[in-house]
């Protein structure tokens, strides 16, 4: 299934997701880009991790507001980082997509960013 996500400048991305990757409607990402982007644009990182990036929705849409920075998502399952390459390629953008859970690295990136899923309702 392929969806288009809106971007904060107009534009739009087309995102594929299947049963084993979430749809990007489960999380808050156009507050995410929004959010995330008002911050590199205050920080001016030449480089940021998103992490668990599922579809890549969030780098992908980060990297297309800001193409000169590096852009690296990270996620530990195989589906969803063949995923992310993927619906990089259909976008025209280059992402690196690594094999890994980067929280533990996460000091070497001057922003990083997750788009994790709101599933269920939360229980107080």
């Known amino acids: 299934m392929i969806t288009k996500i809106p971007l904060p ?3 739009n991305i087309s995102i594929e997701y299947n049963d084993t ?4 409607h489960y999380s808050h990402y156009r507050d995410t880009v929004g959010l995330a982007d008002m911050c590199i644009k ?3 990182p030449s480089r940021i991790v998103d992490v668990g990036t599922g579809t890549g929705v969030l780098a992908i849409a980060l990297k ?9 998502a990270s996620d530990i ?3 969803a980082r063949k ?22 690295q ?7 960013v997750a788009n994790l899923p709101k599933i269920g309702r939360a229980h107080v």
């Not at 990757?21 to 990007?24: A, E, K, L, M």
């Open 83 to 104: 995923l992310a390459k993927k619906n990089a390629e259909r976008n025209g953008v280059k992402i690196t997509v690594l094999d890994a859970n980067l929280l533990p």
């Open 21 to 24: 990757v979430f749809d990007p």
């Open 42 to 44: 205050e920080v001016n």
């Open 77 to 79: 399952d195989p589906n």
């Open 106 to 112: 996460a000091q070497f990136y001057p922003v990083v």
């Open 64 to 72: 297309k507001l800001n193409p000169f920075i590096d852009v690296y």
């Open 9 to 11: 400048n107009g534009k």
